[in-house]
């Protein structure tokens, strides 16, 4: 009788385990569809416990995930990503011809090579992006400038400005690509418990089957469609306001701006090929090139400046990015106070004709979290640390944390470590933490220096602008901390 049994058993179990342990090389439509179908079936059992769960599927969780499919000693982990974004649901790429949209990230010559190592910059390449290799920064006191080239400092180039639905659809594409099994789960993180004990082993209640993992040393993760997962490592890559970050008890340092950001896309008669940033009394505006003949403006003032700018007219609008770009505020900086005529290089941005997207407005802040890791659970990306949009970094410091952890979980799985020890976790957080603290500081020190608009400020920083402009040294050592290739900024 218990032969029989068994015998009856035999197939249904190597039934559950070839489901679980299919290759995804499919689209992730087809993926949700197999995991609704393995849930009703009873199937999906053995398939809920998993060596890494990536809660939220952006732009730094899906770095984490082709970082992982990528490296040899993480391919073969079975990873689940939670997101209720319905983008992860499907590839249908970027429409050709479509306007650009006004969320752009400016991605430094690091986050470039990592796309390319993880075979997603591809298909960056297949869509609209703006490659830039000049950056002009100065102040409306006509005082100070500074001009990067990226021959001068032996660079091809200093960045790329690039639509975030394009970076995003791109990792997608990448990932899809990649044999590599992980599972997408359509929704949210509601609850959050570390099993420290390895438990006795579960029995199905349908067929009497143990389950295939041990769920103990793990965390079980309870989601809003009324599912629970078991992972040993999660990873909180679910922005500012993680909820991850929440249920683990991890504090956050920081404090907000009394500012916001306007963003948008605009039009120019003719291409632009240079980033321009003008630093302002109530803060900086920057031209950033998106491709064709479009440009992105990030323009940071107060919340009642912003909400004017927001709500304007467009020819108003156009107005004041073309004064705020030109005359306005101050005069234009001028040779016989910057040395010598014949190094004088600054220009005139290229004039805003029309506004061809949605005016966006958000409040800037910055926060920190106290500790990265905790047993069982890492931050990244902005989950872990938020910073003042005015250098860009933001994400490329998002990007540097999926390379860096990806980099730690394949050193532990080398060594034989549990890849949610905390020890190992550690090793992440040290590598990571004094580096984005350094750029969260300079980037901090910027906002408050051109928050104060008096004369003895406006002539320090005026120094400041023309010393970086005339000492290639120096100005060779920021460029390379601003596009990643030094971890610190200067003379290392």
């Not at 599927?57 to 982990?77: E, F, I, N, Q, Y």
């Not at 102040?139 to 394009?166: F, I, P, Q, S, W």
Request: glycine share 8%; charged share 20%.
């Amino acid at each position: 009788m218990m032969r029989v049994k068994i015998d009856r058993l035999y197939p249904r179990y190597l039934a559950s385990k070839a489901v679980a342990n299919t290759i995804s090389k499919r689209d992730f439509s087809n993926e949700a569809l197999t995991r609704e179908h393995k849930l009703k079936s009873g199937l999906a059992s053995n398939g809920d416990q998993h060596d890494i769960a990536i809660v939220g599927g952006g732009m730094v969780g899906m770095a984490l995930a082709c970082a992982l499919a990528s490296t040899p000693l993480t391919r073969h982990l079975n990873v689940a990503i939670i997101d209720s974004n319905p983008a992860l649901g499907r590839i249908d790429g970027i429409k050709k011809g479509e306007l650009p949209d006004p969320r752009v990230s400016a991605i430094t010559p690091a986050t470039i090579s990592f796309f390319k190592d993880v075979g997603a910059w591809q298909y960056v390449q297949e869509n609209r992006h703006a490659i830039f290799d000049k950056m002009q920064v100065w102040d409306h006191t006509g005082l100070g400038y500074t001009r990067y080239n990226a021959k001068g400092v032996g660079k091809e180039m200093l960045g790329c400005v690039v639509e975030n639905k394009v970076l995003h659809s791109s990792l997608l594409s990448c990932l899809k690509d990649k044999d590599f099994h992980k599972t997408i789960y359509p929704s949210r993180l509601t609850s959050m418990d570390m099993l420290s004990r390895p438990p006795a082993k579960e029995l199905d209640g349908n067929s009497g089957e143990s389950t295939l993992h041990s769920r103990g040393n793990s965390a079980k993760l309870d989601l809003s469609d009324g599912n629970s997962i078991y992972a040993k490592l999660v990873v909180g890559a679910d922005g500012g306001q993680s909820r991850v970050r929440e249920l683990a008890g991890i504090q956050t340092t920081g404090w907000k701006y009394s500012q916001n950001a306007v963003i948008c896309t605009v039009e120019h008669t003719t291409e632009n090929l240079c980033a321009w940033q003008r630093f302002l009394p109530s803060g900086p505006i920057a031209l950033l090139p998106i491709g064709d003949n479009f440009s992105n403006i990030v323009w940071t003032m107060s919340p009642t400046e912003a909400l004017d700018r927001k709500t304007m007219s467009e020819d108003n609008f156009v107005r004041e990015v073309n004064k705020a770009l030109d005359y306005g505020y101050g005069p234009h900086p001028k040779p016989g106070l910057l040395g010598k005529y014949e190094e004088f290089c600054w220009e005139v941005p290229p004039k805003v004709v029309k506004v061809v997207s949605e005016r966006m407005m958000f409040p800037l802040s910055l926060m920190h979290a106290k500790k990265y890791a905790s047993n069982h659970v890492v931050l990244i990306g902005d989950a872990a640390h938020t910073v003042h949009p005015l250098a860009g970094q933001g994400v490329n410091l998002g990007y540097e944390d999926a390379a860096a952890l990806s980099k730690v979980i394949a050193d532990g799985i080398a060594m034989g470590t549990d890849i949610g020890e905390l020890s190992l976790l550690k090793k992440f957080e040290s590598e990571r933490k004094p580096a984005n603290i350094m750029m969260m500081a300079i980037l901090d020190s910027f906002q408050k220096a051109y928050s104060i608009d008096l004369g003895p400020f406006n002539v320090l920083r005026a120094a400041a602008f023309n010393a970086v402009q005339h000492f290639s040294p120096l100005k060779k050592h920021i460029v390379r901390y601003a596009t990643g290739e030094q971890k610190w900024p200067l003379f290392t």
